[in-house]
């Protein structure tokens, strides 16, 4: 292996148009001396000084919070690995260990282990990062790029032009919407950033299966009939009714149409009923079903390839939920909350809804910080501050009134995980039950946490103009990442460091740190994902110690004792997350790879209507230059949580007017977007759209 990251390096400062096959070459002869001479002729041709045929120590400041998720093994008890090798506390954890073999390096961790990024970089930057060799962690990319600018870090575009990295620079010219999201102001990049799994579904809904059916389908089923007050008003009413060509047809697999017989609302049904509690209000959607669809059973309203659900009639299924506690908990709870967010850090989850009130914009990409859309000019817009916005967070108050969302998440001090909670102490002593959360596949739908969990197809809603079925929540680049220091390496160190970076990037490399080690993975086996591609195949040993000491979260246990996954510069792939997916999860990958639901990518495809810039993400980070970043710092303030929980506090209080003393509770838009006004939106707006229009002249 270090054969082939030095010559692929070697060789692509002379053939960096046959960069591939160049590494081929390199890698098929690895092992003689023919090749390694070979290796040492093209060094000395080229000019090229990288070698790693003496030992380079390299130190690390990465940085995620959190002291589980360092290059140092922090658990107490030893990992014993398959051959034998035993972890223990302090050490490199074992992916790092390989690393630094393969690179004929000596790694040093010296990151405080359990520090913020925001804290290291502020730190760190006093000594111009004079501490380590390379420097990483979550949500600094943007620091990253600004002190790059300023000469801090190394300019790896001068890298990868005199023959570094090839591997990564041939990543990027495959991948031009990447490379742009990472160039700063000034043309340059310098970080490597972590890469989600790009062109892939982010998070989308899963729900209790038998709640639906058990209310819908159930013969004879003994309703509650405690009273139900109700808030929501409805969407789809008056001028906006769901008939004809205003989404009385539509399609949510090729092949399948899905006909609403008529123009009523479910909402404006369950608010008439004279009586409200859970039977009333359950039989009456019922009926509604029956009178509008075809549908062989009610629930097929809400499950499988067939479901063709609106926004309304999602409300109206959660307050037959709320309604229903005895029923659906088997006499176990008082009480069940149909909505929730997996804590409430994740609280803004609950702002995606926006999406099908008509396609109303909020994030620009799988980021609570990308809070920017692209209008059909091309110009950046801040979305919370939007009209828009404000109606949902006015639909959302709605429901909170009604007791449809979870609300212990709107305080940012509780900490307690909400998923594992209201799915997984079903048999517990005090259980607590919730219905549907908007969170990944694979977790949600794991055994062990709940066996009922199923994907649902998202409501169908008019979205760019169009009818159709869409998540605003494509995977994104991230803002994390890692960068070389320059004030903190010699020459040496550099050329390692970038050999290190671009090892990530190599096949080798991108199997390590998305699977783990050669000997977790069964040799010469793979298996198939729901998307018919092939991929790496674990060994027995890797699920069985991860059901040991990490509960069967395999991605915990790749992260935390063996390394792996860690967010720094590299491009995740999708094959870890679909074999870390239950037989539950993996039908809900194929429910909607199969279906005609669309999702935001960096390309920007999808049906055409009113803005052909809608389904484009934002990029995860802007690269503004020392006076634009004093220009944000000195005149805006919309960069706080405080303007969260201003946004919070319409949710939580407008339609039950139960507002504290001193909560500011916007009662127009007028007065909502004064108070983004006040916090500099102009200023902040303008700003940022020139930091976008350099990035896209950069594209150009």
Same mark, same amino acid.
Not at 270 to 292: F, M, P, S, W
Not at 542 to 552: D, H, I, L, M
Not at 625 to 652: A, G, H, P, W, Y
């Given at each position: ?504 990037? /190599?096949? @080798? ?7 783990? #080690? ?8 793979? %298996? *198939? =994902? ?50 870390? /997916?239950? @037989? ?7 429910? #909607? ?8 990518? %960096? *390309? =920007? ?96």
């Amino acid at each position: 292996m270090r054969n082939k990251v030095a010559g692929g390096i070697l060789c692509a400062a002379i053939l960096a148009s046959a960069l591939t096959g160049c590494g081929t070459s390199v890698v098929d002869q690895a092992s003689t001396r023919a090749a390694e001479e070979t290796q040492q002729e093209t060094s000395e041709a080229a000019g090229d000084k990288t070698d790693l045929t003496e030992t380079v120590e390299l130190k690390f400041n990465i940085a995620n919070g959190n002291k589980s998720r360092t290059m140092t093994y922090n658990q107490e008890s030893p990992l014993t690995l398959p051959d034998g090798t035993v972890v223990t506390a302090g050490m490199l954890k074992p992916m790092w260990s390989y690393m630094e073999k393969e690179l004929n390096s000596k790694f040093s961790d010296v990151t405080v282990q359990d520090v913020k990024s925001s804290d290291m970089i502020q730190i760190e930057s006093t000594s111009n990062f004079s501490g380590a060799n390379i420097f990483g962690g979550e949500s600094i990319a943007e620091r990253l790029m600004f002190y790059g600018t300023e000469g801090k870090f190394v300019n790896l575009t001068e890298m990868m032009k005199t023959g570094y990295m090839p591997n990564f620079k041939e990543y990027l010219s495959k991948n031009p919407d990447v490379k742009t999201a990472i160039t700063a102001y000034d043309g340059n990049i310098y970080h490597v950033p972590y890469i989600a799994e790009l062109n892939q579904i982010a998070r989308t809904f899963v729900i209790r299966e038998s709640w639906v059916t058990g209310l819908l389908d159930a013969e004879g089923a003994a309703y509650d009939k405690n009273p139900f007050d109700v808030h929501y008003k409805g969407f789809y009413v008056e001028n906006n009714r769901r008939t004809g060509e205003n989404g009385g047809t539509v399609t949510p697999k090729e092949g399948i149409d899905i006909v609403k017989k008529t123009d009523q609302d479910i909402i404006e049904i369950q608010n008439a009923l004279e009586v409200k509690n859970g039977e009333t209000l359950t039989r009456a959607l019922i009926q509604y079903i029956k009178d509008n669809y075809g549908y062989s059973s009610p629930s097929e309203l809400f499950l499988g390839e067939k479901a063709a659900y609106d926004i309304d009639e999602m409300i109206a299924l959660m307050r037959c939920i709320k309604a229903n506690p005895a029923l659906l908990t088997k006499g176990k709870a008082d009480v069940v909350w149909p909505l929730f967010v997996r804590q409430s850090n994740y609280r803004e989850d609950l702002l995606r809804l926006s999406t099908y009130f008509d396609g109303v914009k909020v994030h620009g990409a799988d980021s609570y910080t990308s809070r920017w859309y692209i209008d059909e000019n091309g110009h950046i817009q801040y979305s919370y501050s939007e009209e828009g916005v404000y109606n949902v967070l006015q639909y959302l108050s709605m429901m909170e009134a009604e007791g449809l969302i979870y609300s212990d998440a709107y305080d940012l001090t509780e900490k307690t995980n909400y998923r594992s909670t209201l799915w997984g102490t079903d048999d517990g002593e005090a259980p607590s039950f919730g219905f549907m959360t908007y969170d990944w596949i694979a977790s949600s739908t794991s055994d062990s946490l709940n066996p009922d969990t199923v994907v649902i197809l998202p409501p169908v809603a008019k979205v760019n103009g169009a009818w159709q079925y869409y998540l605003d929540n494509g995977r994104a680049i991230k803002p994390d990442g890692w960068a070389v220091s320059v004030a903190g390496s010699t020459d040496d160190q550099i050329h390692r460091a970038c050999a290190v970076m671009d090892y990530l990037f /190599t096949e @080798e490399g991108s199997r390590l740190q998305n699977y783990g #080690l050669p000997m977790n993975l069964e040799e010469g086996k793979d %298996y *198939a =994902g729901p998307d018919g591609l092939k991929y790496p195949l674990f060994t027995s040993w890797v699920y069985e110690t991860s059901g040991k000491v990490a509960k069967g979260d395999l991605s915990t246990f790749l992260r935390d004792w063996l390394g792996c996954l860690i967010p720094i510069g590299y491009q995740k792939e999708i094959g870890f997350e679909y074999q870390y /997916t239950s @037989e539950r999860g993996f039908e809900g990958w194929a429910l #909607l790879q199969n279906s005609t639901t669309n999702f935001a990518t %960096y *390309a =920007g495809k999808g049906v055409s209507g009113d803005n052909p810039n809608y389904y484009k993400m934002v990029p995860p980070v802007f690269s503004l230059t020392s006076r634009q970043k004093e220009t944000i710092s000195d005149t805006t303030s919309l960069d706080t949580e405080d303007i969260v929980e201003f946004m919070f506090n319409i949710i939580r209080y407008q339609a039950k007017g139960n507002a504290p003393q001193g909560a500011v509770v916007a009662k127009s838009y007028e007065e909502y977007t004064e108070e983004f006004k006040k916090r500099g939106l102009d200023i902040y707006e303008e700003t940022y759209q020139a930091a976008y229009d350099v990035m896209k002249l950069d594209k150009q």
